[in-house]
């Protein structure tokens, strides 16, 4: 079992920037087995989407609208992944949830609101 807990979500004008943060934890044999680690949004009434996703050697795969202004990064030793998020716009608004790809299953976060305010 691995557990996710996410951080760094808020309210924030458009224009501004956030950091989200997510660890993981579990034992080791579960941390050892996560493959990608990514973050997806879900927006009030719409599906969970893809934000963002990198892969254990740092390939990373972004959605168009979020292109250029965020950037995923990971940290292998801390079992940490985060999401810098810039130039946020309204529609950046929703539930960020992390995701850890592991063995024969993926887990998710709680999620962490993020409110862009125009």
């Known amino acids: 079992q691995v557990q996710l807990v996410e951080s760094g979500g808020g309210l924030v004008q458009a224009g501004g920037s956030l950091r989200l943060s997510c660890a993981a934890s579990?034992?080791?044999?579960?941390?050892?087995?996560?493959?990608?680690m990514g973050w997806y949004r879900q927006a009030p009434g719409k599906q969970r989407e893809l934000v963002a996703r990198?892969?254990?050697?740092?390939?990373?795969v972004y959605t168009d609208s979020v292109k250029g202004r965020f950037t995923i990064s990971r940290d292998n030793a801390k079992n940490t992944v985060s999401l810098q998020m810039n130039s946020l716009k309204p529609e950046d608004t929703g539930v960020y949830y992390c995701?850890?790809?592991?063995?024969?299953?993926?887990?998710w976060g709680q999620g962490t609101q993020v409110t862009v305010s125009s």
């Open positions: 990198i892969t254990n050697g740092g390939s990373t």
């Open positions: 995701l850890a790809d592991g063995y024969r299953r993926d887990y």
């Open positions: 579990g034992s080791t044999r579960s941390i050892n087995a996560i493959n990608d």
